[in-house]
C-alpha cells in the first residue's frame, strides 16, 4: 500500500482519537471555565465510564451485547455525574472552591476513585463488545493513464463502529455548544463564569451551577470513555492518559474557551494517530507537550482564549 493511502487510514484512526478527546477536553474546559477548578480527578472520571460501561454492557449478558452497550451509554455518564455532583457538594464546596485546594482536594479524589476501583474491578483489562462492528472498505483514488481511477488498497478499511463513535462526538458536541449559547441553563452558566459574585446578586444559585457543571463536566468524560471502551478496554490505570491530553488540548486552545478545545482537540487528535500509525505513539506525545511549551511562551492565553485584563 503506497503513502497515500497510509495516510488516510492514519487521519481515520486519529479522528477517532480527535472526537473522543474532545468530549473529554470539553468537560474539563467548563469545569475550568465557569469554576475556575482545576480537576485532576478529571481522568478518573473517565476511567469510571469505562468501568461502569463494563459492568453495565455484562448485566444483560453476552446474548444482547447492543442493548448492553445502550444501557452503558445512557446509564453510565449519569452515574458518574451523580458521583461528581456528589464529591463537588461534600469536597469541593467546603474548600470553597478555593483554587490550591481544590487543586489537593481532587489529586485525593484522584487516588479514592483509583484504589476503589483496582479494589473493587481488579487490575485485569477486559474488553466490551461493540454493539455493531462491520468492517468498511475505503476506496483510494489516484491519477492514472486513463485519468481518475478508483481501486481497492488491500488493507485500507475500517469499522462502522468507528465511524459512529466520530458522528456520536460530534452529536454530543453540537448539542453541549446548543446548551451553552441558545439555553437560559447556558446563560446562567455563562454569567456565572464571568462574574460569579454579581451572579449571585442577580438570585442566581451559584453552588448549585457549581455541581451542575463539574457534574456535566464528569459526564462528557465517562460518556467519551463508554464510546472508546469497545476499542480500547476497560482498566483501572486507563484515566492517566485521557487527562495529559485533555489539559494540553485545555491549554493550547485556551483555558474556559469550547471552540478552542475543539480545535485543539483535533489538531492533537490527528497528529496524535497521524505520527503513531507512522512513527511511534512516544513521539507524538513528546510533540504534544513540546506544543505546549511554545503555546504557553508566545501565547499564554492559548490559540482561542482572551488575555487576561
Known amino acids: 500500500m503506497e503513502f497515500g493511502p497510509y495516510l488516510l487510514l492514519a487521519s481515520l484512526e486519529g ?17 475550568f471555565g465557569v469554576m475556575r477548578v482545576v480537576n485532576v480527578a478529571h481522568g478518573e472520571f473517565f476511567m469510571l465510564g469505562a468501568v461502569l460501561a463494563w459492568w453495565l ?35 469541593l464546596k ?24 483496582l479494589m473493587t474491578y481488579g487490575p485485569d483489562a477486559r474488553p466490551v463488545e461493540p454493539p455493531f462492528n462491520a468492517r468498511l472498505a475505503i476506496p483510494w483514488v489516484e491519477w492514472g493513464e486513463n485519468g481518475l481511477q478508483m481501486y481497492w488498497p488491500w488493507g485500507l478499511s475500517t469499522t462502522s463502529y468507528k465511524l459512529a463513535v466520530i458522528a456520536a462526538a460530534g452529536v454530543v458536541l453540537a448539542g453541549v455548544w446548543a446548551v451553552m ?11 456565572t ?69 475543539v480545535v485543539a482537540a483535533i489538531l492533537i487528535g490527528l497528529s496524535d494517530g497521524i505520527i503513531s500509525v507512522f512513527f511511534s505513539p512516544t513521539l507524538a506525545k513528546i510533540l504534544a ?9 508566545f501565547r499564554p492565553q492559548g490559540l482561542f482564549g482572551s488575555r487576561a485584563t
Open 193 to 261: 463564569q464571568l462574574d460569579s459574585e454579581m451572579a449571585l446578586a442577580f438570585g442566581i444559585p451559584v453552588e448549585r451551577v457549581y455541581a451542575l457543571v463539574f457534574g456535566l463536566g464528569a459526564g462528557l468524560a465517562a460518556l467519551a470513555a463508554v464510546l472508546i471502551v469497545p476499542i480500547q478496554q476497560a482498566h483501572y490505570l486507563m484515566g492517566h492518559d485521557p487527562l495529559l491530553l485533555s489539559f494540553i488540548v485545555v491549554i493550547i486552545g485556551g483555558l474556559g474557551s469550547l471552540p478552542g478545545t
Open 94 to 117: 467546603r474548600v470553597d472552591y478555593d483554587p490550591e485546594r481544590t487543586i489537593v482536594a481532587t489529586i485525593g479524589l484522584l487516588y479514592i476513585i483509583q484504589q476503589v476501583t
Open 181 to 191: 449559547a441558545r439555553t437560559r441553563l447556558g446563560l446562567v452558566m455563562r454569567a
Open 289 to 297: 507537550t513540546l506544543l505546549v511549551a511554545l503555546v504557553l511562551v
Open 15 to 31: 479522528a477517532v482519537t480527535a472526537a473522543v478527546l474532545a468530549l473529554t477536553a470539553v468537560g474539563l474546559s467548563l469545569v
Open 57 to 91: 454492557s455484562h448485566l444483560l449478558g453476552d446474548a444482547h451485547p447492543a442493548m448492553g452497550f445502550a444501557l452503558a451509554l445512557v446509564l453510565a455518564p449519569l452515574l458518574v455525574g451523580a458521583i461528581a455532583v456528589a464529591a463537588d457538594m461534600t469536597v
